[in-house]
């Protein structure tokens, strides 16, 4: 058997936490930020995590899935 490779765009994406959950970054804060208020920039700064419905799949994408 040939082994699985890692999706080369979610392993730049997605990372582990301790308890297996996955972390991914909040969208729309890399450009047109001067129409964004302040409050709105400041919490896409922060962390998300992976809704459980698509965690399978990027689960898979990052070859964690067997």
């Known amino acids: 058997m040939p082994k699985i490779k890692t999706n080369s765009g979610a392993k730049k994406r997605f990372a582990l936490t301790g308890s297996g959950k996955i972390k991914r ?5 890399s450009h047109i930020l001067t129409k964004k208020t302040k409050k709105q920039k ?3 700064t ?3 995590t992976v809704a459980k419905v698509d965690a399978g799949n990027v689960k898979e994408l990052l070859g964690l899935k067997s």
């Open 25 to 29: 970054k909040h969208a729309f804060k």
């Open 46 to 48: 922060h962390f998300g």
């Open 42 to 44: 400041r919490n896409l």
